[in-house]
């Protein structure tokens, strides 16, 4: 487990630039009298009672200059963020006040806080789980509202809830087989072969039910790449700023304009999607051209979603059929474009080439057939509909993986029971599932693991 440091410390909790307002957040047992020393009010910090708001000023205690006019927030432990002492600095927002402040906050006791600190204090400190403290970070990155959703569910206590509800019929599982193990003459070994099968059976599907949700899951947090890919001048950059609603890519009628990777977030159907224009993709003597091309086709291979761009004023050559053979194996969508023009491309015969991948006519600089292309988009990411008011939706890669290793060891006591070998036998098959649901919530996880996962967080959270 992570070492629990009693030390005081500070970071500044807003986005650096210039703002109206900036915070400067310091936890710790020094928090208040580092208060007393660098506040200048009609108030001590220190007398204050807790969750209140003091208005006066920030000075440098070495020359009693004013730094800024301030609001500073009172928050005694233990109801407090990181159930420690919380002092909480609002400032003019701006680099230069920010920092001032914060330097004088570090010389006078405390320390810069590092990535994820107070609420990696919050979680050693058992206010919260470990995949509430996920859900932190879920929420600052969330791209759509329904990955922002889906982050609040499990901030909540969801997904902590759920988890520990398995491990204590794990846990009552275990306890009858000790009971039997210590008491043989009044519980049966058929008796605890019985039960613990039944309960094991109930438990495994309980876990089926979460990991069925990973897949959705891992759409909604991270969401998909989707790569527009196509010869040149069939509409690609077009395409990606009729997405956007803005002129983010350089189009024009010579081909080979686009000699680069462009790629922006857009929000289709509640999924972020990566939209990321490439090159087109063609025989050429240049150099640099040919760079673009390999890049393209090296996006491609590791795209979720493929949009093959076909120009329905021209028909089918050489190249068309190249890229149309190197997509095959991949989730894509055909989308012919140009239909405002004299249609001369085969459409039948891009069907002996796409298998089962939708195709979709549209007229880009028309807006024509564009809500079509967003349906088929949609289709393709999700599944069926999930209610994230309700549901539990399994996001998290290492959330997954705990949960498979749970599985594998249920289904491991299964057939060890079926085999009717020793119960002591069952019992070190359920260990192995109480350890790895414990991995979840951070009952039973090391501290590289927990240090690892606070390094992603942002410096004041």
Same mark, same amino acid.
């Given at each position: 487990m992570s070492v629990l440091k009693d030390d005081t410390i500070a970071a500044i909790s807003t986005a650096m630039g210039s703002g109206?307002?900036? @915070?400067?957040?310091?936890?710790?047992?020094?928090?208040?009298? @580092? !208060?007393?020393?660098i506040f200048k009010s009609n108030k001590k910090p220190s007398l204050s009672e807790s969750h209140r708001v003091l208005y006066g000023h920030i000075i440098d205690p070495e020359n009693d200059i004013v730094i800024d006019e301030v609001l500073l927030t009172v928050m005694r432990a233990p109801k407090t963020y990181t159930t420690e002492d919380v002092v909480e600095i609002n400032c003019h927002g701006g680099i230069q006040p920010l920092n001032k402040i914060l330097e004088i906050v570090v010389n006078n006791g405390a320390r810069l806080a590092e990535p994820g600190e107070f609420t990696k204090r919050a979680f050693l400190n058992g206010r919260i789980?470990?995949?509430?403290?996920? !859900?932190?970070?879920?929420?600052?990155?969330?791209? #759509?509202? !329904?990955?922002?959703? #889906?982050?609040?569910?499990?901030l909540s206590g969801k997904l902590n809830k759920k988890i520990k509800d398995i491990?204590?019929?794990?846990?009552?599982?275990?306890?009858? @087989?000790?009971?039997g193990i210590d008491y043989p003459d009044e519980i049966s070994d058929t008796g605890i072969y019985s039960s613990a099968e039944k309960e094991c059976t109930e438990i495994l599907e309980e876990i089926e039910k979460l990991l069925k949700t990973s897949d959705t899951g891992k759409i909604i947090r991270d969401g998909v790449k989707a790569v527009i890919l196509g010869k040149p001048n069939v509409g690609k950059s077009s395409l990606l700023n009729t997405f956007l609603d803005e002129e983010r890519a350089i189009v024009t009628n010579i081909p080979g304009t686009t000699r680069d990777t462009v790629e922006e977030f @857009?929000?289709?159907?509640?999924?972020?999607?990566?939209?990321?224009?490439?090159?087109?993709?063609?025989?050429?003597?240049?150099?640099v051209e040919k760079i673009g091309v390999e890049k393209s086709k090296a996006y491609a291979k590791k795209a979720d979603l493929i949009l093959m761009m076909?120009?329905?004023?021209?028909?089918l050559d050489s190249e068309d059929i190249e890229i149309l053979n190197f997509i095959k194996d991949k989730k894509s969508i055909i989308v012919i474009?140009?239909?405002?023009?004299?249609?001369k491309i085969n459409t039948d015969y891009i069907k002996e080439y796409t298998k089962d991948s939708v195709t979709v006519e549209v007229s880009v600089n028309e807006g024509l057939g564009m809500d079509r292309l967003y349906d088929a988009i949609t289709s393709l990411l999700k599944s069926g509909e999930v209610n994230l008011e309700n549901d539990i939706i399994i996001s998290n890669v290492r959330h997954k993986n705990a949960l498979l290793n749970a599985k594998n060891a249920i289904i491991k006591t299964l057939e060890t029971i079926s085999l009717s070998m020793p119960v002591d036998f069952i019992s070190m098959d359920l260990q192995i599932a109480l350890s790895s649901l414990g991995e979840i919530t951070g009952e039973n996880v090391d501290g590289e693991?927990?240090?690892?996962?606070f390094t992603k967080f942002c410096l004041g959270k």
């Open positions: 109206g307002i900036g @915070i400067i957040r310091i936890s710790g047992n020094l928090s208040l009298s @580092i !208060a007393d020393k789980d470990l995949t509430q403290a996920e !859900a932190v970070i879920d929420i600052i990155n969330s791209k #759509t509202d !329904a990955a922002r959703q #889906t982050a609040v569910n499990q491990r204590s019929k794990v846990l009552d599982i275990i306890a009858g @087989i000790e009971a @857009i929000n289709i159907g509640g999924v972020p999607v990566k939209i990321i224009d490439t090159a087109g993709i063609r025989d050429t003597d240049n150099d076909l120009d329905s004023s021209r028909e474009n140009k239909i405002d023009l004299e249609k693991i927990i240090d690892r996962i």
